[in-house]
């Protein structure tokens, strides 16, 4: 691409922008990136309404190529699997992958932002806050954006736009205006409240500290993810309309109520639950589909503003990660913009999508499944096959979170292994009782070899 093309701007600075800007600027581009808050390393982030963040394979990758994993990763703190806490106030640790080389990372997203501008300015980006797109000029290549704290205006020429700002995307409403992006929002019918354990009275973690706490109840679920404050930032999830619901769970009182009667271990490691409950927000829980993510060489959407997800794969971030991969390659590789975003969204659409359906399958499993006998029996002969056959049987989870092939990729054979299992434990309730010689021919018979496992 010819040097004065490489000029781009990035609305948006939170995590894909803010990485985005990183990966770019180290290649030589003249990045702007434009935020409608201000500066998080100024006012302090503003939390109530942010999951933690789950950082797995994926997103370690990107960070490496943007030379941010060991600043990141020195506030990670590691989560060796579900920590389930069953309903007569048992617990059990199921591990996610073989061992604690297989884990996923805790990460708070208000750090990471700092950390990724932080970088994205060292590169030689330019971060302007307190910018608001107000409006795009499509013909004449100009964006208007807005300072809101005292309603001034600027415009800005552009040659293209990368829309990083996330699920309620400002420049992919604009893009919707100028072209049929074929947008479509499916709402969960479930949303969310952020409420917090704090540490215990000598300051150290109040609960088992590498793992994420489950509390599965059928139709609703409690998490709590650890924070390197010795916190846990923990999640309830709940339907909108029922018992429980947040049309019957409405005050704090009730909060309280319900923690006593469903969650009665957690209730006494979340000192301000009420205080908590009346001050955050709930967060809503949706996914976002789109036809196209880009118009012609003038714009392109990534993460959350392309594909938003509901969180319970813990693959927002990484998926969004990889997009940033992605596109900075392709507008290398490519010859114009308008064949580095077709390029890119040809490469990103199918694997956004399957994540998306993965995310919604791994709800119900976190929720419903896994305090379940068949399940339990299913994960144990998961781990056994992927003993036998490592280059065929790789675990559902370990494909999406400790390995970086095609998200679309994972999910068929996801689909593949699990009628397998299905089909090897019908009516069966002891692992003893599973035919290992026919279900190993199975395994052959059905499952192409990886040729390449790390990928």
Same mark, same amino acid.
Request: proline letters at 5%.
């Given at each position: 691409?010819?040097?004065?093309?490489?000029?781009?701007?990035?609305?948006?600075?939170?995590?894909?922008?803010?990485?985005? %800007?990183?990966?770019? %600027?180290?290649?030589?581009?003249?990045?702007?990136?434009?935020?409608?808050?201000?500066?998080?390393?100024?006012?302090?982030?503003?939390?109530?309404?942010?999951?933690?963040?789950?950082?797995?394979?994926?997103?370690?990758?990107?960070?490496?190529?943007?030379?941010?994993?060991?600043?990141?990763?020195?506030?990670?703190?590691?989560? /060796?699997?579900? !920590?389930?806490?069953?309903?007569?106030?048992?617990?059990?640790?199921?591990?996610?992958?073989?061992?604690?080389?297989?884990?996923?990372?805790?990460?708070?997203?208000?750090?990471?932002?700092?950390?990724?501008?932080?970088?994205?300015?060292?590169? @030689?980006?330019?971060? $302007?806050?307190?910018?608001? =797109?107000?409006?795009?000029?499509?013909?004449?290549?100009?964006?208007?954006?807005?300072?809101?704290?005292?309603? *001034?205006?600027?415009?800005?020429?552009?040659?293209?736009?990368? @829309?990083?700002? @996330?699920?309620?995307?400002?420049?992919? %409403?604009?893009?919707?205006?100028?072209?049929?992006?074929?947008?479509?929002?499916?709402?969960?019918?479930?949303?969310?409240?952020?409420?917090?354990?704090?540490?215990?009275?000598?300051?150290?973690?109040?609960?088992?500290?590498?793992?994420? $706490?489950?509390?599965?109840?059928?139709?609703? !679920?409690?998490?709590?993810?650890? #924070?390197?404050? +010795?916190?846990?930032?923990?999640?309830?999830?709940?339907?909108?309309?029922?018992?429980?619901?947040?049309?019957?769970?409405?005050?704090? %009182?009730?909060?309280?109520?319900?923690?006593?009667?469903?969650?009665?271990?957690?209730?006494? =490691?979340?000192?301000?639950?009420?205080?908590?409950?009346? /001050?955050?927000?709930?967060?809503? =829980?949706?996914?976002?589909?789109?036809?196209?993510?880009?118009?012609?060489?003038?714009?392109?959407?990534? @993460?959350?503003?392309?594909?938003?997800?509901?969180?319970?794969?813990?693959?927002?971030?990484?998926?969004?990660?990889?997009?940033?991969?992605?596109?900075?390659?392709?507008?290398?590789?490519?010859? *114009?913009?308008?064949?580095?975003?077709?390029?890119?969204?040809?490469?990103?659409?199918? #694997?956004?999508?399957?994540?998306?359906?993965?995310?919604?399958?791994?709800?119900?499993?976190?929720?419903?499944?896994?305090?379940?006998?068949?399940?339990?029996?299913?994960?144990?002969?998961?781990?056994?096959?992927?003993?036998?056959?490592?280059?065929?049987?790789?675990? $559902?989870?370990? !494909?999406?979170?400790?390995?970086?092939?095609?998200?679309?990729?994972?999910?068929?054979?996801?689909?593949?292994?699990?009628?397998? =299992?299905?089909?090897?434990?019908?009516?069966?309730?002891?692992?003893?009782?599973?035919?290992?010689?026919?279900?190993?021919?199975?395994?052959?018979? +059905?499952?192409?070899?990886?040729?390449?496992?790390?990928?």
């Amino acid at each position: 691409m010819t040097p004065e093309r490489r000029h781009i701007a990035i609305v948006g600075a939170g995590l894909a922008g803010a990485l985005l %800007a990183i990966l770019l %600027a180290r290649k030589g581009w003249r990045v702007e990136v434009y935020e409608k808050r201000g500066d998080p390393r100024v006012r302090g982030y503003t939390g109530g309404r942010s999951i933690n963040l789950a950082l797995a394979e994926r997103g370690r990758h990107a960070l490496q190529q943007a030379g941010a994993e060991a600043a990141v990763m020195a506030h990670a703190v590691m989560m /060796r699997g579900r !920590m389930v806490h069953f309903a007569d106030g048992s617990q059990q640790l199921q591990r996610y992958g073989r061992d604690d080389s297989e884990v996923i990372w805790s990460v708070h997203r208000g750090d990471l932002n700092v950390t990724l501008l932080d970088l994205a300015e060292r590169a @030689g980006a330019a971060v $302007h806050f307190d910018r608001r =797109l107000d409006g795009v000029d499509f013909d004449a290549r100009s964006a208007r954006f807005v300072d809101d704290r005292d309603d *001034s205006a600027s415009v800005v020429p552009f040659r293209a736009l990368v @829309g990083a700002d @996330g699920a309620g995307s400002a420049l992919r %409403a604009a893009m919707q205006r100028e072209a049929d992006l074929g947008e479509r929002i499916e709402p969960l019918d479930h949303s969310y409240k952020e409420l917090e354990i704090p540490p215990a009275p000598g300051g150290d973690f109040r609960i088992e500290p590498n793992a994420l $706490h489950i509390w599965p109840r059928g139709d609703y !679920m409690c998490i709590a993810l650890p #924070n390197d404050e +010795r916190t846990f930032t923990v999640t309830l999830f709940m339907p909108n309309h029922g018992d429980p619901g947040f049309d019957t769970v409405r005050t704090p %009182a009730d909060a309280h109520a319900l923690f006593a009667r469903d969650f009665a271990d957690a209730l006494p =490691l979340i000192p301000d639950l009420e205080t908590d409950w009346a /001050r955050n927000p709930a967060g809503m =829980l949706a996914t976002l589909y789109l036809d196209r993510w880009h118009l012609d060489d003038r714009a392109v959407l990534i @993460g959350d503003a392309a594909h938003a997800m509901v969180p319970f794969h813990g693959q927002g971030m990484n998926c969004a990660f990889e997009d940033c991969v992605a596109l900075a390659e392709r507008l290398e590789a490519e010859a *114009s913009p308008a064949e580095a975003f077709a390029a890119f969204a040809a490469e990103r659409r199918p #694997n956004a999508a399957a994540i998306q359906h993965m995310a919604l399958e791994n709800y119900r499993e976190m929720r419903d499944r896994v305090d379940d006998a068949d399940y339990l029996l299913q994960r144990q002969l998961e781990l056994e096959l992927q003993q036998r056959h490592p280059d065929r049987f790789v675990p $559902h989870y370990s !494909m999406v979170s400790f390995m970086r092939m095609p998200y679309a990729v994972a999910l068929e054979r996801s689909h593949l292994q699990r009628d397998i =299992l299905e089909r090897a434990t019908r009516g069966v309730g002891d692992a003893a009782d599973v035919d290992r010689a026919a279900l190993d021919a199975e395994v052959e018979r +059905r499952l192409p070899r990886l040729c390449d496992s790390s990928a």
